[in-house]
């Protein structure tokens, strides 16, 4: 079941509906590289090379994290997915809000770590036309 646009607005205020991982697109990129490594036999070359291109002899530890990459996938925080430990998502679940941009500590100590330049990032803009206008001009 596809989620309607308001429920893509994370706890932090982030838009989910706009996000690589949550769109499929690092899944799908990951896979076409594993895919075009596998068909030209990198791993059975890449050693051959960490003389010429030294990068090389991280091939192993590449094509595990290209593996995680073929399974990175997130539905939405909303929907359970993302770092369950999330120490915006708890406050924010703790404290009973809907999202940060409806705290009054805003900006706080946690938005200000998770984006020193903007604090409050899109939480305004949200605390004024609300999430689902907001999700809306995305």
């Given at each position: ?9 994370s706890y932090c205020g982030l ?31 890449a050693p051959q090379m960490t003389?010429?291109a030294p990068a090389m002899a ?81």
């Amino acid at each position: 079941m596809a989620l309607e646009s308001k429920e893509l607005v994370s706890y932090c205020g982030l838009y989910c509906g706009t996000c690589a991982v949550y769109k499929g697109q690092f899944v799908e990129a990951a896979k076409q590289l594993q895919n075009l490594c596998q068909a030209y036999g990198v791993a059975g070359w890449a050693p051959q090379m960490t003389d010429y291109a030294p990068a090389m002899a991280g091939y192993e530890q590449f094509a595990g994290v290209l593996e995680w990459f073929t399974a990175f996938d997130c539905k939405s925080c909303r929907e359970g997915d993302g770092d369950p430990n999330c120490k915006m998502r708890i406050c924010v679940k703790e404290r009973g809000l809907d999202g940060c941009w409806a705290c009054a500590d805003l900006p706080c100590d946690l938005r200000r770590a998770f984006n020193a330049d903007d604090p409050v990032g899109a939480c305004v803009r949200i605390r004024e036309i609300g999430p689902a206008a907001w999700a809306a001009e995305q």
